[in-house]
């Protein structure tokens, strides 16, 4: 059962990469045990796209589309109402420079990202996603600036899609750890889970990042910088969205989920505040 992602990194102790290929689960509440599972097959193309098979996708995006308004009672963007809801997804992306090895993997992760993006301009998609990137390590991330700076002047076909899609923001520091000085724990001996000084920076950082996406979408998407976008992967978590809403038994999910750690999670962008609190309360 192929997954969404795949991660770059090489495991510890193993030689060779590694693909993580995990179920989709749906979390039917806040504090609920049970979970539904959605099966997402991420084809994977050798060939392309023939003109047939984007044709349907763009019939099948159009479908969906209306059943999700016609359920919300919203016209249709054919009916010459205009926008009358915000933008389908935000995907946010927290990164920092890998400063013993050099690898740089937030490139990879966005070229395959931008991949599964549409580059011309009649495409439903093109105004229903956009991307935020946030540097957590401000005039320190030599491979974030590059990137920056090429979407800003580049006119490879990388570059006219990240000019679209991307905003390259620096986390301005604004969450901060209540208390930086305090001693890190015992990993060996910690039975009230408390967290150390780098997972309390990574809670801070992940929280600026949500306060700016919370706005800007009806759904939001977890990414990390290190991972790769399998081919159809967008499609298809569309698809299973559309499917979560439609289940009776499935109304009110909290999260469907496509991969590991804060990687590969869909989330309801009028419960990022609820998420907030719960990170905060952590720190």
């Given at each position: 059962?192929?997954?969404l992602f795949e991660d770059s990194?090489?495991?510890?102790?193993?030689?060779?990469?590694?693909?993580?290929?995990?179920?989709?689960?749906?979390?039917?509440?806040?504090?609920?045990?049970?979970?539904?599972?959605?099966?997402?097959?991420?084809?994977?193309?050798?060939?392309?796209?023939?003109?047939?098979?984007?044709?349907?996708?763009?019939?099948?995006?159009?479908?969906?589309?209306?059943?999700?308004?016609?359920?919300?009672?919203?016209?249709?963007?054919?009916?010459?109402?205009?926008?009358?809801?915000?933008?389908?997804?935000?995907?946010?992306?927290?990164?920092?420079?890998?400063?013993?090895?050099?690898?740089?993997?937030?490139?990879?992760?966005?070229?395959?990202?931008?991949?599964?993006?549409?580059?011309?301009?009649?495409?439903?998609?093109?105004?229903?996603?956009?991307?935020?990137?946030?540097?957590?390590?401000?005039?320190?991330?030599?491979?974030?600036?590059?990137?920056?700076?090429?979407?800003?002047?580049?006119?490879?076909?990388?570059?006219?899609?990240?000019?679209?899609?991307?905003?390259?923001?620096?986390?301005?520091?604004?969450?901060?750890?209540?208390?930086?000085?305090?001693?890190?724990?015992?990993?060996?001996?910690?039975?009230?889970?408390?967290?150390?000084?780098?997972?309390?920076?990574?809670?801070?950082?992940?929280?600026?990042?949500?306060?700016?996406?919370?706005?800007?979408?009806?759904?939001?998407?977890?990414?990390?910088?290190?991972?790769?976008?399998?081919p159809f992967a967008l499609r298809?978590?569309?698809?299973?969205?559309?499917?979560?809403?439609?289940?009776?038994?499935?109304?009110?999910?909290?999260?469907?989920?496509?991969?590991?750690?804060?990687?590969?999670?869909?989330?309801?962008?009028?419960?990022?505040?609820?998420?907030?609190?719960?990170?905060?309360?952590?720190?």
């Amino acid at each position: 059962m192929p997954g969404l992602f795949e991660d770059s990194h090489r495991r510890r102790g193993h030689g060779r990469a590694v693909s993580w290929c995990p179920p989709l689960t749906a979390s039917l509440g806040v504090n609920a045990a049970l979970a539904i599972l959605l099966i997402i097959l991420a084809l994977r193309s050798r060939g392309g796209l023939g003109p047939d098979t984007i044709d349907l996708n763009k019939r099948l995006l159009l479908a969906e589309e209306g059943l999700e308004r016609l359920r919300a009672g919203k016209p249709s963007q054919a009916s010459g109402g205009g926008r009358s809801r915000p933008p389908w997804l935000t995907i946010g992306i927290p990164t920092v420079p890998r400063r013993q090895t050099g690898t740089k993997y937030l490139q990879r992760t966005l070229e395959t990202l931008l991949d599964e993006l549409p580059g011309g301009e009649e495409d439903l998609w093109r105004n229903e996603v956009s991307v935020l990137v946030m540097n957590n390590a401000p005039g320190e991330h030599a491979e974030f600036e590059e990137l920056r700076r090429r979407a800003a002047t580049g006119t490879d076909r990388f570059s006219l899609k990240a000019r679209h899609y991307v905003t390259w923001l620096n986390n301005p520091g604004l969450v901060a750890d209540p208390t930086p000085d305090a001693a890190d724990p015992d990993d060996l001996h910690n039975p009230d889970d408390r967290p150390g000084r780098q997972v309390r920076k990574q809670t801070c950082d992940l929280i600026a990042l949500l306060r700016h996406a919370a706005p800007l979408s009806r759904y939001y998407f977890f990414m990390e910088d290190d991972f790769e976008v399998c081919p159809f992967a967008l499609r298809a978590l569309h698809t299973a969205a559309v499917k979560a809403n439609a289940q009776r038994e499935s109304k009110g999910w909290v999260a469907l989920r496509v991969s590991y750690g804060m990687n590969g999670v869909l989330m309801h962008n009028a419960d990022i505040p609820d998420l907030m609190d719960y990170l905060w309360c952590g720190v």
